[in-house]
């Protein structure tokens, strides 16, 4: 197996556990991860987006994809990117998803 498909499928699991807290799903089901890949400099890039350009969780999601990123062993750099381009739509929402399945998160003053 190479190193960017083993990261790209744990970094694909580490996402199903970051929650969007305004819709309590995650966001690999909301269809907010757009594009995974790894550079030719070895930085594995993650593009994704919010439902809204104003959203208000945004901060919040940065940080937990980057935790979430951090955490896997194999990845030594990687890039985050908010992008706006497809614009998200609830048709990129994964058939079947129950909203608030989750509970929201308790959310910090950071």
């Known amino acids: 197996m190479n190193k960017e498909f083993v990261i790209r499928r744990e970094a694909a699991r580490k996402f199903w556990g970051v929650i969007d807290p305004e819709l309590g799903v995650n966001i690999v089901d909301l269809g907010l991860i757009y594009r995974m890949y790894m ?8 593009e994704y987006t919010t439902t809204t350009p104003g959203c208000p969780m945004r901060r919040y999601l940065q940080r937990k994809i980057e935790e979430a990123l951090q955490s896997i062993e194999e990845i030594e750099e990687f890039e985050t990117k908010l992008v706006f381009e497809p614009e998200w739509s609830v048709d990129m929402i994964v058939d079947g998803v129950e909203f608030f399945s989750v509970p929201p998160p308790m959310m910090s003053g950071k």
Do not use: A, E, Q, S
């Open 39 to 46: 550079r030719d400099d070895d930085t594995f890039v993650v």
